[in-house]
């Protein structure tokens, strides 16, 4: 660039400059523009060049991730929207009763294996540690069975004790109701309980997503309260068909329940971490714009600093030699 612009100024100059004169500038020129590459100007415009090369490809990747939580958005939705229709009827029936007094309480955090999704796992472990403090003492016992690496990773370091049960790797692969089935079989044979807390984040809309706590009871807790009357004494208003007595009829009510609570649990969680991960991606790749944006401007200005005083330099050279 030095070299083209004393190129101009030459023929400029060239009626007054001797020919010595002008090869004795190019060659003081060429000389200290050598080392001047590895100068501060240099190096500040190549760091800036290099950084916005970064966030370019960090807005790229914010925006791929983007469009991918938005298609699998769309296809846990609808799988979300039926699985309503499974509980629903339970708690018509059964009831939900957070207030429920229960000796054994077990906790289940369902939270998400990645992160980049804003502050739904957060608020699950949050919501888990303060039902836990309200369910313990001295003649209460209340445990954790965490799904989700991010809730394991929160609640392990002040809570290791209480963890009973961890499950990883849960939508890794599309979930249906077999496999959440055959979970809640493994949390029910390993797990003593009268009463489950479900905590998770129902799906509202894209931005939008509510904290909430789903209870089932034991079928033994259940045939308490029903005795105890309220909401659940309507049960002895139904009549049981067949063989089956009242206390197998509640079992595997209570068993059914609870899969069926824990599927809808866990997709209404997926939903709202796929929604909270497009509005954490568009958050990102509005800011990688932004930056790019102050970056760009950064580099002009250094570039045409640069430039201005590489043709100060050249003018006040020519005219030293022409004086």
Request: charged residues 25%.
């Amino acid at each position: 660039m030095a070299m083209s612009a004393l190129r101009r100024e030459s023929k400029r100059f060239a009626p007054i400059l001797s020919s010595n004169a002008i090869n004795g500038l190019r060659s003081s020129l060429t000389s200290s523009e050598e080392p001047a590459t590895f100068g501060v100007r240099y190096v500040s415009t190549q760091v800036v060049r290099n950084r916005m090369k970064s966030v370019k490809n960090i807005q790229k990747i914010t925006k791929a991730m983007k469009m991918v939580a938005a298609s699998k958005l769309r296809a846990v939705q609808l799988r979300a929207e039926n699985s309503r229709g499974l509980w629903q009827p339970f708690t018509a029936l059964l009831g939900d009763t957070p207030s429920v007094d229960a000796k054994k309480n077990v906790i289940i955090t369902i939270s998400s294996d990645k992160g980049l999704c804003g502050g739904i796992n957060s608020t699950s472990v949050k919501i888990s540690r303060a039902i836990h403090k309200l369910n313990s003492g001295p003649e209460k016992e209340c445990k954790y069975v965490i799904l989700g690496e991010k809730g394991k990773a929160q609640l392990v370091r002040d809570s290791k004790k209480d963890i009973e049960l961890c499950i990883t790797e849960l939508q890794k692969y599309p979930l249906n109701y077999t496999q959440v089935s055959v979970l809640a079989d493994d949390i029910l044979k390993n797990v003593e309980y009268d009463a489950f807390r479900i905590v998770f984040n129902k799906f509202h809309s894209v931005v939008s997503f509510l904290p909430t706590t789903a209870t089932v009871l034991s079928p033994e807790l259940v045939e308490r309260e029903s005795e105890a009357g309220g909401k659940l004494g309507d049960l002895d208003s139904y009549e049981i068909e067949g063989g089956e007595t009242k206390s197998e009829v509640l079992q595997n009510l209570a068993e059914f329940q609870f899969s069926s609570v824990l599927y809808n649990a866990v997709l209404e969680n997926a939903c709202s971490e796929q929604g909270a991960r497009m509005s954490a991606m568009d958050s990102s790749s509005r800011n990688a714009g932004e930056m790019l944006d102050r970056l760009t401007l950064t580099y002009n200005r250094t570039r045409q600093a640069a430039i201005t005083t590489e043709l100060i330099e050249i003018i006040s050279g020519a005219s030293a030699l022409e004086g």
